[in-house]
């Protein structure tokens, strides 16, 4: 726990958890945490006063920005689930550059911070989006701060690492890709289903907690299986990895399609406030951009 807020969001037990921290020191500290952060009621009124501070961040197609009110936005979790070669981790590299941007160009004047947990990330596809940009490849490599995770504890010892970091600098974006996969491979067999979705609920609350804390954007991709309960004459026969867990969790949830060519589909599947709707957008090599004729 790094910032007030994190102490304010904390259990007793948490508290007491840390070697040193007693009971009563821990009933102390969270009063004082939370006369600091107001965790209280609020009225409605005051509630859209502060999401009126919270930004956008463009995805590089003005046609997706539009569908997303401005673009992916910051203080929540956004999942992006589809299949292969549909552009998830194109649009993660995508973020990672416009994010550093100015406000008034789409951007969060922040640094990223990417968890790769499938040995996907590319630094070179960061300098090619930051020249569409005008913008200097190696100062926008050097504002990604970047993990390569290998088991599903060490994605959780990750994230501790990030909150320490986001205390100290001006972060706007945070990414998992992808966030179940893991999860998936660490915890096999039906046997380990329970466990499983334990711990990726403990992740995901993480995510959620830092996304509230830091006011960052947090991005996390998900792959698709075979949708069990469908039969043979299932509209989809595919759904999103981790079941109500992970679609609880996400505040926002975007299924990617492949449509023509290097044209994609984004289609809005959940949000508290987006309609459903869908938007194409291509996948270009100074990143995504709309639609290719």
Avoid: W
Avoid at 63 to 87: N, W
Avoid at 152 to 164: D, G, N, P, R, V
Wanted: aromatic fraction near 6%; charge should be negative.
């Amino acid at each position: 726990m790094h910032t007030v807020d994190a102490v304010a969001m904390a259990t007793k037990k948490q508290l007491v958890g840390i070697k040193g921290i007693s009971e009563v020191k821990a009933e102390k500290m969270l009063k004082a945490a939370q006369e600091l952060v107001n965790v209280g009621f609020t009225t409605a009124a005051d509630v859209l006063e502060s999401r009126k501070d919270l930004i956008t961040l463009s995805t590089g197609s003005n046609a997706v920005d539009e569908l997303l009110k401005g673009g992916i936005e910051t203080g929540s979790i956004t999942e992006l689930f589809g299949e292969f070669r549909t552009g998830k981790t194109q649009l993660c590299h995508q973020l990672c550059v416009t994010c550093q941007l100015p406000v008034d160009r789409g951007g969060g004047e922040g640094k990223a911070l990417y968890i790769d947990t499938e040995g996907t990330f590319r630094p070179q596809r960061l300098q090619a989006i930051a020249e569409r940009y005008g913008l200097d490849g190696d100062s926008v490599l050097d504002n990604v701060a970047f993990a390569r995770a290998y088991n599903s504890e060490h994605q959780m010892q990750l994230l501790i690492q990030a909150s320490a970091m986001m205390a100290e600098s001006r972060f706007a974006l945070v990414i998992v890709d992808s966030a179940t996969a893991l999860f998936r491979t660490d915890y096999s067999g039906r046997g380990e289903l329970a466990a499983r979705q334990q711990e990726l609920a403990k992740f995901l609350r993480a995510l959620t907690k830092m996304a509230d804390e830091f006011g960052v954007a947090v991005v996390i991709t998900n792959q698709m299986t075979a949708n069990p309960d469908s039969g043979m004459f299932a509209k989809d026969p595919l759904q999103p990895i981790g079941g109500n867990i992970m679609a609880h969790a996400s505040c926002t949830r975007l299924r990617l399609k492949k449509s023509r060519g290097e044209n994609r589909v984004m289609k809005v599947v959940d949000s508290p406030i987006l309609p459903e709707s869908d938007a194409i957008y291509s996948i270009t090599e100074q990143g995504i951009q709309d639609e290719l004729n």
